[in-house]
């Protein structure tokens, strides 16, 4: 294999054309070391302020501080060492995007540009919720390990697997484990991933109708984004097509209508007909997805693809510039007694395991391999960009589930825990949830128990955000859009946009896009994974019938494997919603479970290629992130299936379910009648069928890669499924600021007269 | 400095940032594939962008791409 030779300078590789590439000193330069200086400092007075200082109450803008210094630090320092010592990167060949280059899903794309859009395609509500969730435990639990995790873990998976999938022409995931692991361990990754992405679209939908049920505004103002979205696909299809962002400002602007005119729906007479109970949304949630996964995708799932784009990046960035400028309080202890005891509200179980469980996008997403594999790396220009594209991609989203976290952190105690917990211990009213947060025995950040509030708060905070009730609004959404709504109308420029409630219903429709389209674009790659399974499965067992799947454009396949695929996150979005426990409480665990099940196989693939390539020495790279959370998700499963406290085990619940319904007692937990404790018992099935599944999938995975890895340890020898080199012929830098070698190199090109990459067609 | 250097610098950089947004969503596709057919490919029909459009639509239609949580 060729290394290239670390001396600095201008490496070429055809005489007529200006230099390719260059090779950096590893010494850093006096204004490297000024730089990292500077954000050590940055980090240093953030991590003391949050994690050492106490008895004051802590502002967030040190989250801020803390996060981006580490961030900046950790790109420059662990990433550059993961680069020289696994990676190397050599931009003298050619990335897939200059080799392939067909001007559509193979094109050299700019840098910057691709981090943009790396970031859009990781980003999704996952970051939101888990951090609000997570915030009952304190906030600086959740604080260490987002920005820690994200450091050691999920940004060294996404950059690695970038890299690994740029090094064999964009392949996926799937496909990688198939090449690396061989048939049984790339088996078990298709199964996982597939399984796994329908839990994902299932929980997501419980999270959304947690924000829509019982409001007629919210319900109002999501529902119009159907015609929205349609409108814009019909704009662009036969008015005006490729305008792109000319649709999508209308589109924003439309959709903010929604939202204003939301309000006068909700207080007019008909507004009931939008107040619609959680099964019905969830019936409707079924039917939108099947209808939005075989609707053609240039009327539905494009443009609002768009639409979720600009909310995505524009309400993220007005939240960051929104908790600098307004620099709210932080009102959560940093360890709460939930952190502890594992009674928490929003999830139950201590803080080992469930935390890194809950917490799973924004500090490390197994879901992102799937992007960072296939899609981004068929863009990048040149190797040494899958640095700042999949690690710095995935320290911005970190930096997300950061003000997520935040926005759960800032808001009153009572209010957080009230809204947070199960109608079953609040008692779904105002009175009862204000008698329930008071027996929480709730303290301050310098340890001095919180005064008790009285009834009127929940209906108070409720008025504000021009809801009927925010008592057991669970599911994250509801607490950050309360959190954003906080943050945002306090902001001078603003707050003369919307008062407090139009904020909130703004961050309840942001959450939903998101959700939505990740609904629609979830459904429709679950469908594919599924025909492909169905006709690989023909295939193998020489059935004609089943072959036929195989075909994408065999329409009656299609529906069919759209319909499945629809009933099977349907299914567990209604048991979900219809759970008499509260859906959140019983899902979640298992959506980050398979979410971190899925980070741990995309870290055995890459723990694989690391060992196969001949660096057994570095893998602990990989390997320290993959045994933590092979430890941690086994742990979480087993506490699942085999804990006797009826709040963690799906088995222990389920004996005290089918105990209580010999017994003829009905008000058993949050059951209230007969058909309640036949939902407890049948969900704890179906929860511990999945459990198992997936503990199991991830385990034939890792021991496959051990068997790999040994059997290329005890042979000596170094191969890899790498595609073979080709010399690269364009340049461009590796970083977002082009250092004084690379900014030489520029000049010479444009001396030369020529682009040193195609990147731009217009300019 | 005078006001019409500010003002050009103003105008460069809402041009930077208008590039950078369409490339992020992807509004610069056919502009890209115009570019990259004349480079390449100077003799092959270029298609109008109606037409461009609706093959990109097709081809997603063929190849979805997954959308994170």
């Known amino acids: 294999m060729s290394v290239a030779t670390p001396v600095e300078g201008k490496v070429r590789n055809d005489p007529d054309l200006p230099p390719i590439a260059v090779n950096e000193s590893p010494q850093m330069t006096g204004k490297t070391k000024i730089y990292l200086a500077v954000c050590a400092v940055l980090a240093a007075l953030g991590w003391v302020m949050i994690a050492l200082v106490r008895g004051e109450e802590v502002n967030s803008r040190w989250f801020v501080f803390a996060a981006v210094g580490s961030y900046l630090i950790a790109l420059r320092l662990y990433a550059k060492y993961i680069e020289r010592k696994i990676l190397q990167p050599d931009d003298r060949r050619a990335t897939p995007a200059e080799k392939f280059d067909n001007g559509k899903d193979f094109m050299p794309t700019d840098r910057r540009v691709l981090y943009g859009h790396h970031f859009a395609a990781i980003s999704g509500a996952g970051p939101l919720v888990g951090p609000v969730l997570a915030a009952q435990m304190g906030y600086l639990p959740g604080t260490l390990w987002i920005i820690f995790g994200v450091i050691f873990a999920g940004a060294v998976q996404d950059y690695m697997v970038l890299h690994f999938s740029m090094r064999r022409n964009g392949r996926s995931l799937g496909q990688m484990a198939r090449d690396e692991l061989g048939p049984i361990g790339g088996w078990a990754a298709i199964i996982g991933v597939l399984t796994i992405m329908i839990i994902l679209i299932a929980v997501l939908g419980v999270v959304m109708i947690g924000a829509l049920a019982e409001s007629s505004w919210a319900t109002f103002s999501i529902a119009l984004t159907i015609p929205i979205a349609i409108f814009m696909g019909i704009y662009l299809r036969f008015l005006r097509p490729g305008k792109v962002n000319e649709v999508s400002i209308i589109g924003v602007i439309l959709l903010v209508l929604a939202i204003i005119s939301g309000k006068y729906v909700a207080d007019s007479s008909f507004g009931h007909y939008f107040i619609l109970t959680p099964l019905a949304l969830g019936i409707a949630l079924m039917i939108y997805g099947f209808a939005a996964s075989v609707l053609p995708v240039w009327l539905l799932l494009a443009p609002r693809d768009y639409l979720s784009t600009f909310m995505k990046v524009g309400t993220i960035v007005l939240l960051a510039v929104g908790i600098v400028a307004v620099g709210p309080t932080v009102q959560m202890p940093d360890v709460s007694a939930f952190a502890s005891n594992g009674k928490g509200p929003a999830f139950a179980g201590s803080l080992f395991p469930f935390l890194f469980i809950t917490i799973a996008c924004g500090a490390i997403s197994g879901f992102h391999a799937l992007i960072s594999s296939g899609t981004t790396p068929k863009l990048i220009e040149k190797e040494r960009q899958a640095r700042i594209i999949g690690y710095g991609g995935m320290l911005t989203e970190s930096f997300v589930a950061i003000m997520a976290l935040v926005a759960a952190t800032i808001l009153d105690q009572h209010l957080y825990f009230g809204m947070n917990a199960p109608a079953a211990l609040t008692g779904g009213t105002p009175e009862k949830a204000a008698a329930y947060t008071n027996g929480l025995n709730l303290v301050a950040q310098n340890g001095t128990p919180l005064p008790a509030v009285d009834p009127t708060m929940f209906s108070q905070a409720a008025k504000d955000v021009g809801e009927n009730s925010i008592v057991s609004r669970t599911g994250g959404a509801p607490t950050l859009a309360m959190g954003m709504a906080e943050v945002m109308h306090r902001v001078p420029i603003l707050s003369i946009v919307g008062n407090k409630a139009f904020w909130y219903h703004f961050a309840v429709m942001f959450e939903a896009l998101f959700i939505l389209t990740t609904i629609d674009a979830g459904t429709r790659v679950a469908r594919f994974m599924f025909s492909d399974f169905l006709g690989a499965l023909g295939r193998g067992l020489k059935n004609e019938g089943l072959q036929k799947f195989a075909d994408p454009s065999w329409r009656v396949g299609a529906w069919l494997c759209s319909f499945v695929v629809v009933l099977g996150w349907g299914g567990l979005l209604i048991m979900g919603v219809t759970d008499p426990l509260g859906g959140i409480r019983t899902l979640f665990p298992l959506f980050g479970i398979a979410n971190q099940l899925l980070a741990c196989i995309a870290l055995c693939v890459v723990f694989g290629i690391v060992v196969r390539s001949g660096k057994a020495r570095y893998a602990w790279i990989p390997g320290v992130p993959l045994v933590f959370l092979l430890i941690v998700t086994q742990t979480a499963s087993f506490q699942k299936i085999f804990s006797s406290d009826p709040t963690i085990g799906y088995w222990a619940l389920h004996d005290r379910a089918v105990a209580a319904k010999a017994a003829g007692n009905v008000t058993f937990g949050g059951a209230k009648t007969m058909d309640d404790l036949d939902k407890i018992i049948r969900n704890t099935v179906i929860q511990e069928t999945l459990s198992v599944l997936y503990a199991g999938l991830v385990l034939i995975v890792f021991l496959t890669t051990l068997w790999v890895c040994w059997r290329a340890i005890q042979q000596h020898t170094a191969e890899t499924a790498e595609s073979p080199i080709e010399q690269s012929r364009i340049f461009a830098p590796a970083a977002f600021v082009p250092t004084p070698l690379e900014q030489e190199v520029l000049e010479e090109w444009k001396a030369a007269g020529l682009d040193p990459t195609p990147i731009r067609a217009h300019h | ?69």
């Open chain 2, 1 to 69: 400095m005078t006001t019409s250097d500010v003002l050009g610098r103003l105008r460069r950089g809402a041009g930077h940032l208008r590039w950078f947004w369409n490339g992020v969503v992807g509004a610069d596709a056919y502009e890209r594939y115009v570019a990259h057919l004349r480079r390449n490919h100077p003799d092959c029909e270029v298609p109008t962008e109606r037409q461009f459009w609706r093959d990109k639509y097709e081809d997603m239609e063929r190849n979805p791409k997954t959308r994170c949580c």
